[in-house]
Nanobody, 115 residues
Framework: QVQLVESGGGLVQPGGSLRLSCAAS????????MGWYRQAPGKQRESVAT???????NYANSVKGRFTISRDNTKSTVTLQMSSLKPEDTADYYC?????????WGQGIQVNVSS
């Protein structure tokens, strides 16, 4: 079982920045894919950004150019740098990791973009 612990959420004004971090209990080199999903109230969970163990990234169209995902395999961490935040980015953000067919999720962390 892989444990994922998120940190860095909170309240930020529109146009501001926030950095989310996630630490995994498994070696980063075994986590084929790591990433971030989010779920807004009344909406389905959606992929925000993912990154493979080799560094290949994928972003939701809604965050391209504003969010940057990175990972450190030696520290088993994945980070989401969020800039130019919009009220519609408000959601619970979940760290995600995949090994083979097994998927793991963090507990979620709240991001609130509001003035």
């Amino acid at each position: 079982q892989v444990q994922l612990v998120e940190s860095g959420g909170g309240l930020v004004q529109p146009g501001g920045s926030l950095r989310l971090s996630c630490a995994a209990s498994e070696s980063g080199f075994r986590l084929a894919i790591m990433g971030w999903y989010r779920q807004a109230p009344g909406k389905q969970r959606e992929s925000v950004a993912t990154i493979t163990v080799y560094g290949a990234t994928n972003y939701a169209n809604s965050v391209k150019g504003r969010f940057t995902i990175s990972r450190d395999n030696t520290k088993s961490t994945v980070t989401l740098q969020m800039s130019s935040l919009k009220p519609e980015d408000t959601a619970d953000y979940y760290c995600y990791a995949k090994i083979g067919l097994r998927e793991y999720w963090g507990q979620g962390i709240q991001v609130n973009v509001s003035s």
